[in-house]
């Protein structure tokens, strides 16, 4: 499907705001003040004197005082960019007033062919493969440290700490850091979109919480769980992506140590599971053999080396796609130390989803109870003195405060008319439908233009002369006389609009994964910039973010490995421009993905395949032609008491880990044949079969392969593998019991 929007086509937008939170709390979104236009943010951390610095996907860092964002970025790293890199996570050192260090994750660019400008030293460890063509060694996740003067960091002052290992696909790369209660800092380590490899490997730092120690002269701590050669402090994990310590707390939740860990692919049966963990040192959390509540040690029988989550969710039902407040990935994480919000919530963890845009919070006893809605949320902090709630999205900054009392914040939506003139005009601001829970309360409105006040007044209307052309950021607080507020925006655009146009590619392309994609356009004035955005589901990963067009043909390589083997995705390329006065046009073009069933069958029918979770077979997946998907088989396996071991594949494979790629329907089949082992149901133990037994099933291993090809078993052929296989079982039983 090939969709276009152009900019000029908006006459009047309505906002709703459907924030709830609870009594005595109010919300504040000044985004006039506390927002980086296209900055993607990903992360922040306060500093002891209550500045705030957050990081970009571009790997900038910005600084915000008491007054809002400083406007440009005191650090820029060169980091690799796209999907899910960039700047991931930043903390300053518990006597960062004495040293000013400031630590900093991010997936550094280490080839300069990227950038010849602009890029960081090369790992010795993790090196740029002279034979790469794909990129997959071009970044690394590397932990560095900084030193912070005044407002400004020097990119010179960087001492590299520690390299994670390779950012392969771009995505699931965790990046949080904390410090703990031991002075060590923390840090998580997605699984780099290859779980089925590092989700049970204490080899490879990815899929991890590590633990380090950046004040020693071991970065490694001696007495880390598994040696002091072994970063890992707990595995098992698939996408670690936020995660708090208690540091300051008290009671039984003091030190708790709480991680997001965001959930697999809901294609995969039982593996579409959201989770919060509570790490402890050495525990395995079961990813990529369990997530959620399925498989997990939460009833008897479960693997008890994996340690199940204290909580998880998911939204991820057969609407999924369809649903704009269903959740999607679990987000944020901060203790409530404080003491104005009362005993109830404090030692509570705060924590959220980034599609459903709520926030729940967890009790010392573990006890989830809601606590707010209709928000934008990529991580959450509490300010040094413990008493607000600040909220970092993809844009920008707000927060929660406690103001006490039964009151709460008004409710009300923003009309604006018109949002776009072709030349300067009157343009009508009003705040419709405000509400209030207090009928004796009154409201007082505060209108801005770019963050300047222009009236405060009782009325909920303002006409404003917008004289020149230009893109401005028009903004409206509404608050009480009990002092509960609530802040509107909105964009006005005066000018026309750049007329852009994307003339490749064309309407009704497919892709398949492994293609390079091939894109121009054009624009009748101003400066282009591109970006292209992968969406799945009801959220996206960014792929290219605004690089501003300097060529009259670009190119982008679609990888085919990763771990999005879902249908329900599509690129999408945006084309902006930007005129002299500010004035932007854009347009966007939609490109599908050709997909593919890919059907796994097992002789005899019902035993599991993993491709990259558990499948019970037969069943049908459905997948982006072209994806290399990764296949294994468990073995050997029990079905029905009878153990089965693997013999062959259909398309020829051993069973060492590889991977699949059709690029049409395909079935692939799985021939097992009987060990001569029964186990038993209810001891489970094994009781060998006799000599002969052995032997007759060996002189009948060619019968269980064949009917085995690269287009499946037919019915016959499975038909008679089902009688052989009774036959081999009535064998034993006679040779056994007879």
């Known amino acids: 499907r ?70 440009d970025p005191i650090l820029e790293l060169p980091v690799y960019e796209g999907s899910e890199r960039g700047a991931l996570g930043i903390v300053p050192d518990p006597d960062f007033s004495t040293n000013g260090h400031i630590y900093v994750y991010y997936t550094a660019l280490q080839n300069p062919d990227i950038d010849p400008n602009f890029y960081d030293e090369e790992s010795t460890e993790y090196p740029v493969d002279p034979d790469d063509s794909f990129g997959w060694s071009y970044s690394v996740g590397r932990l560095a440290r900084f030193t912070m003067i005044g407002d400004t960091i020097s990119y010179d002052s960087k001492v590299i700490l520690f390299d994670v290992g390779y950012s392969k696909w771009g995505h699931h790369n965790g990046g949080h850091v904390k410090f703990g209660t031991d002075g060590m800092l923390y840090l998580s380590a997605g699984d780099n979109g290859e779980g089925y490899i590092s989700g049970q490997s204490l080899d490879d730092n990815a899929g991890s919480i590590l633990r380090l120690d950046v004040h020693g002269t071991n970065i490694i ?28 707390g008290d009671g039984p939740a003091a030190g708790r140590f709480l991680v997001n860990d965001v959930g697999g692919a809901e294609d995969l049966p039982d593996l579409p599971y959201e989770e919060v963990n509570e790490i402890v ?8 053999d369990c997530n959620g509540y399925n498989d997990c040690p939460q009833e008897e029988g479960d693997n008890p080396e994996f340690i199940g989550p204290i909580y998880a969710f998911t939204g991820r039902g057969p609407d999924f796609g369809d649903d704009a407040d269903a959740e999607c990935a679990v987000i944020g994480g901060a203790f409530y130390t404080g003491d104005t919000w009362g005993d109830e919530y404090r030692n509570n963890y705060f924590f959220g989803d980034w599609c459903a845009g709520w926030i729940k919070r967890i009790t010392p006893d573990y006890q989830v109870i809601d606590f707010a809605t209709g928000l934008s949320i990529i991580d959450l902090e509490f300010s040094p003195d413990g008493e607000t709630l600040y909220i970092l999205d993809q844009t920008g900054i707000k927060w929660v405060s406690n103001l006490g009392g039964s009151g709460s914040a008004p409710s009300a939506t923003l009309s604006v008319y018109p949002m776009q003139s072709d030349t300067p005009t009157t343009v009508t601001i009003t705040v419709v439908d405000a509400e209030i829970t207090d009928s004796g309360d009154t409201l007082t409105y505060e209108f801005s233009i770019d963050g300047n006040i222009q009236v405060v007044q009782s009325t909920s209307s303002y006409d404003h002369v917008f004289g020149s052309l230009g893109t401005y950021y028009v903004s409206v607080r509404v608050w009480s006389t009990e002092g509960f507020a609530l802040t509107l ?12 146009n994307i003339t490749s590619p064309q309407s009704g392309l497919f892709y398949t994964a492994g293609d390079t994609l091939y894109y121009h356009g054009t624009t009748d004035k101003g400066e282009m910039s591109w970006i292209i955005d992968f969406h799945h589901e009801t959220h996206t990963h960014p792929m290219l973010l605004s690089t501003v067009d300097s060529e009259v043909s670009h190119e982008f390589y679609i990888e085919p490995r990763g771990d999005h083997f879902v249908s329900d995705v599509f690129f999408r390329i945006i084309l902006r421009a930007e005129d002299d006065d500010g004035v932007i046009g854009e347009t966007y073009v939609d490109i599908q993905p050709n997909t593919v069933t890919i059907s796994f069958e097992t002789d005899p029918p019902g035993l599991e395949v993993v491709s990259p979770g558990p499948l019970t077979c037969p069943i049908d997946t459905y997948t982006v032609a072209g994806i290399e998907r990764p296949v294994t088989v468990p073995t050997p396996q029990v079905l029905d008491t009878i153990e089965y071991e693997f013999v062959s594949w259909s398309h020829g494979e051993n069973n060492d880990l590889h991977y699949i790629s059709p690029i049409e329907d395909t079935t692939y089949t799985a021939t097992f044949r009987v060990t001569g082992n029964i186990v038993s149901e209810s001891e489970g133990e094994e009781e060998e079969v006799t000599e002969a037994a052995n032997s007759e099933d060996a002189n009948n291993e060619g019968s269980g392969s064949e009917g085995s090809n690269s287009e499946g078993i037919d019915s016959e052929d499975s038909s008679s593998s089902s009688v052989f296989a009774i036959v081999q079982v009535a064998m034993m039983i006679l040779l056994l019991f007879g």
């Open 2 to 71: 090939i969709t276009e929007c152009l900019i000029s086509l908006l006459l009047l937008f309505t906002v709703a705001q459907t924030q709830t939170l609870p009594e005595g709390f109010s919300h504040t979104n000044d985004y006039a003040n506390w927002s980086a236009e296209d900055s993607k943010f990903v992360t922040f951390a306060h500093l002891p004197d209550n500045r705030w610095v957050a990081t970009t996907q571009r790997g900038e860092v910005f600084l915000f005082n008491s007054e809002g964002l400083v406007t």
């Open 221 to 248: 701590p001696s007495d880390n769980p598994f040696g002091s050669d072994n970063a890992i402090y707990a595995y098992g994990l698939r996408n670690p992506f936020t995660f708090d310590i208690n540091v300051n």
């Open 281 to 288: 040192a050495g525990g395995n959390y079961g990813w990529i």
């Open 489 to 500: 925006s909105e964009t006005v655009v005066i000018g026309i609009p750049p007329q852009v």
